[in-house]
C-alpha cells in the first residue's frame, strides 16, 4: 500500500481523494498545508490524522508518495524537495513553468529511481484519450483538426473587479495557457507529436492602469492571456489549437481524416467520440464514473511506483509540451515569473 501525502487543500485535491477512496493501492496518510487550521479543517474532512505546515516536515513523515496541487510556479521547488527526500511525485498540471526545471525533476527522478508523473486527467491513461488514439487510423489521412478548451473561469469575475486571483496571475504561473491550453496541447502532441512549426496569437489581458481606461489599445501591466489559439503545420495536415478562460466554448474538437471524421464531446475528458465515414455513423461510450475522474492517472501512479520506467513516455510528452507552451509565451508576449 503507497502512503499517501497531499500538498494544497482546494477542491481538486478532494477530487484527487475520490479517486484514492477508490484504489486499493494507494492510502491518503499525511495533509500539507500552510496553515495548521486549514490542513486540519481539510484533514478532518478527508478523514486524515496528521498535518504538517512545512515541507521538511513532509519530507520526514514516512510517506512513500506526495500529491502536489499547489499553483503552478510553486510546483518545481515542492517537487524537487520531495524527490531529494525520497519521494515519488505526482506533479498537477502544469507540472513546471520552465522545460528546464521539469528536466531537472526528471533527472533528479531517475538518478533516484523515483516515480514523477505530471496528473494529466488526459494524458493516454484517460480511456477517451486512448479510444482516439486507437480511431485514428480509421480516419485515412487527416487533413484538418481543431481541438479546443474553453471555458470562463468562475474567477473572472474577481480579475474584472481588479483583484489578481491565482489562476490569473503571472506570479503563480497561471493564465489560460497554463491553466487549460494545456489539455488541448497535451491531446495535440500525444495524437499527432510534436508540431514541425506554428503559428500563435493571444488575447491578452490585465488591468486597468490609472488614466488608461480609454485606451483599449495600450498594454496593461501585469497582462496574463485570457485567451488563445495555435495552428501547427504538420506534413499534409493542419491543427488548430483553442483555449481560452474568459469566454465558454461547447463546440467539440474534431479530427478530419481524408476517409472520416472524428469527433470528441470534449478534449479534456472525452466521454463521446463519433467516428462519421461516408454513410455511416459509429457513436463510442467511454464509460465514466464521475466527472473530473482522476483514478486513471492515479492507477497510472501506482503502476509507475512499482515499474519507474514506465514514466518515461509521458514524461517525454510533458516535456514536448512545455517547451511548446514556453515557445508560445515567448511569442505572444505572457511573462510568467521564472520563465
Ligand atoms: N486536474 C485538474 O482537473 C485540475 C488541476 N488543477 C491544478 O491544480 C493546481 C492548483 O490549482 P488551484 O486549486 O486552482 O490553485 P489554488 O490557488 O486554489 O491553490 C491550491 C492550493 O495551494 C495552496 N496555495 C495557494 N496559494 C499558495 C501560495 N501562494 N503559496 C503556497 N501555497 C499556496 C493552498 O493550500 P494551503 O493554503 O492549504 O497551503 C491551496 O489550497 C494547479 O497546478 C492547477 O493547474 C486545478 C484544477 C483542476
Ligand atoms: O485543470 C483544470 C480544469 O478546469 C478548471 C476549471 O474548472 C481549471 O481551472 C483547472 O485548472
Redo the contacts with the bound molecule.
Keep these: 500500500m503507497i502512503s499517501l501525502a497531499t500538498i494544497g487543500t482546494s477542491a481538486?485535491t478532494e477530487h484527487l481523494l475520490d479517486a484514492v477512496a477508490d484504489s486499493s493501492r494507494i492510502r491518503h496518510t499525511v495533509v500539507h498545508s500552510r496553515s495548521a487550521a486549514r490542513g486540519r479543517a481539510f484533514a478532518d474532512q478527508v478523514g486524515v490524522d496528521r498535518v504538517v505546515t512545512t515541507l521538511e516536515e513532509l519530507a520526514g513523515s514516512g510517506i512513500d508518495a506526495v500529491y502536489i496541487a499547489s499553483p503552478n510556479a510553486l510546483h518545481h521547488d515542492q517537487a524537487r524537495a520531495m524527490l531529494r527526500a525520497g519521494k515519488h511525485v505526482l506533479v498537477e498540471?502544469s507540472a513546471c513553468v520552465t522545460p528546464a526545471g521539469w528536466q531537472d525533476l526528471v533527472d533528479l527522478a531517475r538518478a533516484r529511481g523515483l516515480a514523477l508523473l505530471e496528473a494529466n486527467?488526459n494524458s493516454v491513461w484517460h480511456p477517451g484519450t486512448a479510444a482516439l488514439r486507437e480511431a485514428l487510423p480509421r480516419l485515412g489521412r487527416i487533413r484538418l483538426s481543431q481541438l479546443g478548451y474553453c471555458?470562463r473561469?468562475?474567477r473572472y469575475d474577481r480579475f474584472l473587479a481588479g483583484q489578481t486571483p491565482g489562476?490569473f496571475d503571472p506570479a503563480m504561473g497561471a493564465g489560460a495557457l497554463m491553466?487549460?491550453g494545456t489539455?488541448a496541447l497535451e491531446a495535440m502532441i500525444e495524437l499527432f507529436g510534436q508540431p514541425p512549426t506554428f503559428s500563435t496569437e493571444a488575447v491578452l489581458i490585465g488591468h486597468q492602469q490609472p488614466g488608461t481606461a480609454d485606451r483599449q489599445d495600450r498594454p496593461l501591466d501585469p497582462s496574463i492571456d485570457g485567451a488563445g489559439v495555435l495552428t501547427a503545420r504538420y506534413p499534409g495536415h493542419l491543427c488548430t489549437v483553442t483555449w481560452s478562460?474568459i469566454s465558454d466554448s461547447s463546440a467539440p474538437s474534431v479530427i478530419q481524416g481524408e476517409d472520416a471524421t472524428l469527433t470528441a464531446d470534449s478534449i479534456?475528458d472525452p466521454s463521446q467520440l463519433t467516428l462519421t465515414a461516408r454513410g455511416s455513423r459509429q457513436v463510442i461510450e467511454i464509460p465514466r464514473r464521475r466527472i473530473r475522474d482522476m483514478g486513471h492517472e492515479l492507477e497510472a501512479f501506482a503502476d509507475a511506483v512499482e515499474d519507474p520506467s514506465r514514466c518515461s513516455l509521458p514524461q517525454r510528452w510533458t516535456a514536448q509540451r512545455l517547451d511548446l507552451m514556453a515557445e508560445i509565451r515567448r511569442r505572444t508576449g505572457v511573462r510568467l515569473a521564472g520563465s
Excluded: A
Design positions: 481538486i498540471k486527467r471555458q473561469s468562475s489562476i491553466d487549460i489539455y478562460k479534456e
